[in-house]
Structures are given as structure tokens and as C-alpha cells.
Antibody
């Protein structure tokens, strides 16, 4: 059974860096056919795709966040991470990690439970 | 970015009703359209990918159709457990984008 679990601070100060980790179990991140992605959700903007990483090291980011985002994969730990720098209150959101199935179509077939991150001093 | 819209934004229906949710893309996305169900306090759950492919374990009362810019999700006989918010998502182009959601309530 594939499971994803987000972890990281629930409170980040403005201008600092938001760092989250997603621990994957039940499948190896070295397995082909998948990307590993971050998505966030707010009441105002709904679901927003942040970016994704592949085992090859290839990354793709949402242009709206690209200048501030880094997503990396640690295959030895079966984890992938999100760093979002220079955060503001607008980055307050529920952050999800998800597996992207790329066999033909691209869809998010497995999600973590989500972690709430608040940006506040 | 490809913009996704959904209608209605919310609906209330009775058990056994046929429910239809519409999703529209701002440009043609072929059949690169996925549907998710989200219940309060939970992550979205994939229901349908490629516009009409039902995920394993998803009840057959759910179906999807459409191509190009117009898509529908249909629940042929609404059940109590079908409450929640339904989102469409396009994967035709990066960045992938989601619709604003349709909240389904049971009367």
C-alpha cells in the first residue's frame, strides 16, 4: 500500500524559508513511471500545483512560484522535499505531497494527508 | 496557464438522483482531464483520469466524458457517501491547473 506523509514546521516567519519533507512508503521513488509533486490548497486560490521532481533529477515548477521554489528527491531515504523561500502570508496553505502517474496521462494517484503551514511573525 | 471552470459551484441533491458536474477548459486539452473527490479534512482522491477512465475501486455509478474543452462528471445514482467537493484538473500543459470545485451536498 502506497503512503505519503508530509512533515515540517507548521509555522514559518515572513521572509524565511518554508521546508517540508514527504516520506514515501510502499513504493520506491527509484521506480519509473512516476514524478513526485507538491500541491497546496487555500480557500482563496483553491488547489495550486507547485512543482514536481523525477528520479532522473528533472524538475518542473509552476512559473508563478519558480523563482522561490526548489523540489529535491532523496532516493536513499525514499523522501522528497519542498523549499519555498521568501515566504509571505500568501503562502499560508495546506500543503500536500502527491505521486504523479505519468503512464500516458499525468494524474495525481496518491496523496499525503496534508500539512498546514502558517506564515506569521 | 490553462484556466479551468466548473459549474455549478455547489448543488444539493437527493439519494438516487442523477448528478452532472461540468468542467470547461480555456483551450483545448484533448482528453487530458482528471476528476477528484475531496471530503472535509481529507486529501483529494482520484476518481477518473483521461476524461473517462475510472480508477480501480471507484464505484461504477461515476462516469466521465468529454474532450477538447468541455467535460462532464456524472453520478448516475447519488449515494450518501458521495458528499464532498469535486475538482477537475487538466494535465495537457504545464502548469497543471485545477478547477475551483463543485460542492455536492445530500438533501
Amino acid at each position: 500500500q502506497v503512503q505519503l506523509q508530509e512533515s515540517g514546521p507548521g509555522l514559518v516567519k515572513p521572509s524565511q524559508t518554508l521546508s517540508l519533507t514527504c516520506t514515501v512508503s510502499g513504493v520506491s521513488t527509484t521506480r519509473g513511471g512516476y514524478y513526485w509533486s507538491w500541491i497546496r490548497q487555500t480557500a482563496g486560490k483553491g488547489l495550486e500545483w507547485i512543482g514536481r521532481v523525477h528520479k532522473s533529477g528533472t524538475t518542473n515548477y509552476n512559473p508563478s512560484l519558480k523563482s522561490r521554489v526548489t523540489i529535491s528527491l532523496d532516493m536513499s531515504k525514499n523522501q522528497f522535499s519542498l523549499n519555498l523561500n521568501s515566504v509571505t502570508a500568501a503562502d499560508t496553505a495546506l500543503y500536500y505531497c502527491a505521486r504523479v502517474n505519468v503512464t500516458g496521462d499525468l494524474f495525481f494517484d496518491c496523496w499525503g494527508q496534508g500539512t498546514l503551514v502558517t506564515v506569521s511573525s | 496557464d490553462i484556466q479551468m471552470t466548473q459549474s455549478p459551484s455547489s448543488l444539493s441533491a437527493s439519494v438516487g438522483d442523477r448528478v452532472t458536474i461540468t468542467c470547461r477548459a480555456s483551450e483545448s486539452i484533448s482528453s487530458y482531464l482528471n476528476w477528484y473527490q475531496q471530503k472535509p479534512g481529507k486529501a483529494p482522491k482520484l476518481l477518473i483520469n483521461a476524461a473517462s477512465t475510472l480508477q480501480s475501486g471507484v464505484p461504477a455509478r461515476f462516469s466521465g466524458s468529454g474532450s477538447g474543452t468541455d467535460f462532464t462528471l456524472t453520478i448516475i445514482s447519488l449515494q450518501i457517501e458521495d458528499f464532498g467537493t469535486y475538482y477537475c484538473q487538466q494535465s495537457y500543459d504545464t502548469p497543471v491547473t485545477f478547477g475551483p470545485g463543485t460542492k455536492v451536498e445530500i438533501k
